[in-house]
């Protein structure tokens, strides 16, 4: 639970910058958008401690463990973000829906909490509005639906692609709340002293 956590926050560090850029974005950005998010240096480095846990865990079992298990675990990673990336792209290009999170313009911690958790479900639209964030939801289901028709056959269950989109959907909470308060936590860092 401690490593996951730890690859969460590392993961909304990560993308905390590309979160809220102003001004449209168009089919071009949206693609530059989600291939930041799936194959920056950050992301795959990402992807290299998600496969360390599962090997870890042995997870899959049937995957092995040494360099071979490794690889298998690296490969599936980074080729289900990939996926996830096609999907949300294609999504939100098609639906006009904006990717990018917003903070809030409140204060207080559960305000702004509830607020990212709101973003999580809910996505702007190319022109301003907000609507059910589809591109998000499916992106997250169908990247794990799709990524386990190479797990094994004891995982690759509709339980188990439940279970895998909704921790995408989970992670992707928790970046949220990373990008609405990473700002002011690194303003905060930066104007203390040595």
Same mark, same amino acid.
């Given at each position: 639970?401690?490593?996951?956590?730890?690859?969460?926050?590392?993961?909304?560090?990560?993308?905390?910058?590309?979160?809220?850029?102003?001004?449209?974005?168009?089919?071009?950005g949206k693609l530059r958008y989600h291939a930041q998010r799936a194959f920056s240096p950050a992301s795959?480095?990402?992807?290299?401690?998600?496969?360390?846990?599962?090997?870890?865990? =042995?997870?899959?079992?049937?995957?092995?463990? #040494?360099?071979?298990?490794? *690889?298998? $675990? &690296? %490969?599936?990673?980074?080729?289900?973000?990939?996926?996830?990336?096609?999907?949300?792209?294609?999504?939100?290009?098609?639906?006009?829906?904006?990717?990018?999170?917003?903070?809030?313009?409140?204060?207080?911690?559960?305000?702004?909490?509830?607020?990212?958790?709101?973003?999580?479900?809910?996505?702007?639209?190319?022109?301003?509005?907000?609507?059910?964030?589809t591109w998000r939801l499916g992106s997250a289901y169908g990247a794990a639906f799709i990524s386990n028709?190479?797990?094994? =056959?004891?995982?690759?269950?509709?339980?188990? #692609?439940?279970?895998?989109? *909704?921790? $995408? &959907? %989970?992670?992707?909470?928790?970046?949220?709340?990373?990008?609405?308060?990473?700002?002011?936590?690194?303003?905060?860092?930066?104007?203390?002293?040595p």
């Open positions: 639970m401690r490593t996951a956590l730890i690859i969460a926050l590392m993961c909304g560090i990560s993308v905390a910058g590309v979160a809220q850029t102003p001004g449209e974005l168009d089919t071009s795959i480095a990402m992807s290299g401690v998600k496969a360390s846990y599962l090997q870890r865990t =042995d997870s899959p079992m049937e995957w092995g463990q #040494g360099g071979e298990g490794y *690889s298998k $675990r &690296l %490969g599936s990673s980074v080729a289900s973000s990939g996926i996830r990336a096609a999907l949300a792209f294609g999504l939100d290009s098609t639906l006009h829906q904006d990717p990018r999170y917003y903070r809030s313009g409140s204060s207080g911690f559960w305000s702004r909490t509830g607020h990212a958790l709101r973003g999580t479900i809910l996505t702007r639209t190319d022109s301003g509005g907000e609507t059910l964030s028709q190479w797990y094994p =056959d004891r995982l690759n269950t509709v339980r188990h #692609g439940l279970v895998s989109g *909704s921790t $995408r &959907l %989970g992670f992707d909470l928790v970046k949220n709340v990373i990008a609405e308060f990473w700002p002011d936590v690194k303003s905060k860092l930066s104007h203390r002293g």
